[in-house]
C-alpha cells in the first residue's frame, strides 16, 4: 500500500459504544494529525503527534482518545459519542522539519453516531 | 485561530467557463497551500506558494500568493467536470501546523 490509509472507511455507532479508528501511512513522515470534517465548518485539527509525542490538543473532548504507538500509525478511540460527533475523520501526515508543512491525508472515516 | 475566508462559497458553472476562488485572511502566513477534496476521498495537495507576489500555473490551474501573504487566488481556465471538487486554502504561520480556509465546492456541469 502506498500513501495514507485510514479503517474503517465507514463506522455506525450506538453512542454507548467503543470503536477505534486506525490510520497508516507509507510516506515515511514523522508527524501525524487527526481532522475533523463537519459540514458548513471548516477543517477542525484535532490531535497532532511528533515522532509519537503528542504536541498538540486542540480542546478536544475527552470522548476522543488518540493512540500513536509509532511514526506509522495513529488510532482514534471512541467512546460514549454524541450525534453532533458525526463527520468525516481524516487524518494525514508530514515531514517534521520539512520547510511548508505539506500534508498528505486519508482517505477519511466517514463516522455515523446514532 | 487565524481565519482564512474563502470565496465563493459555492460555485456552479458550465464545462469552459473559467473562474476564480478567494482566499482572504488578516494574518500573514509564511506559506499558504491549495489542496483539492474529491466526494469520499481526503484533501489531495495541489500546489505551495511561499513568496508574496508569487505565481504559479498548473496546466489550466494558476494561483497567486498575494503581496502580503494573507490572502491568495486560484483561477481555472477552461474548467472540465473532472474540476469538479471542495478546493481549500490552508495557511502556514510558521514551520508548524496548518489552517485551512472555510473551502469553496465547485461543480463543472457537461
Known amino acids: 500500500e502506498t500513501g495514507v490509509t485510514q479503517t474503517p472507511r465507514h463506522l455506525v455507532m450506538g453512542m454507548t459504544n467503543k470503536k477505534s479508528l486506525k490510520c497508516e501511512q507509507h510516506?515515511?513522515?514523522?508527524?501525524m494529525y487527526w481532522y475533523k470534517q463537519s459540514a458548513k465548518k471548516p477543517l477542525e485539527l484535532m490531535f497532532v503527534?511528533?515522532?509519537?509525542?503528542?504536541?498538540e490538543n486542540n480542546s478536544v473532548p475527552s470522548r476522543f482518545s488518540p493512540e500513536c504507538p509509532n511514526s506509522s500509525h495513529l488510532f482514534l478511540h471512541l467512546h460514549t459519542l454524541q450525534p453532533e460527533d458525526s463527520a468525516l475523520y481524516l487524518c494525514a501526515s508530514s515531514l517534521t522539519g520539512a520547510p511548508y508543512n505539506e500534508q498528505f491525508f486519508g482517505p477519511g472515516t466517514r463516522l455515523t453516531v446514532l | 485561530t487565524q481565519l482564512l475566508e474563502q470565496s465563493p462559497q459555492f460555485l456552479s458553472i458550465q464545462e469552459g467557463e473559467n473562474l476564480t476562488v478567494y482566499c482572504n485572511s488578516s494574518s500573514v502566513f509564511s506559506s499558504l497551500q491549495w489542496y483539492r477534496q474529491e466526494p469520499g476521498e481526503g484533501p489531495v495537495l495541489l500546489v505551495t506558494?511561499?513568496?508574496?507576489?508569487e505565481v504559479k500555473k498548473l496546466k489550466r490551474l494558476t494561483f497567486q500568493f498575494g503581496d502580503a501573504r494573507k490572502d491568495s487566488s486560484l483561477h481555472i481556465t477552461a474548467a472540465q467536470p473532472g474540476d469538479t471538487g471542495l478546493y481549500l486554502c490552508a495557511g502556514a504561520p510558521g514551520a508548524n501546523n496548518l489552517f485551512f480556509g472555510t473551502g469553496t465546492r465547485l461543480t463543472v456541469i457537461p
Open positions: 510516506l515515511g513522515h514523522n508527524a
Open positions: 506558494v511561499v513568496t508574496g507576489g
Open positions: 503527534y511528533n515522532f509519537k509525542e503528542q504536541t
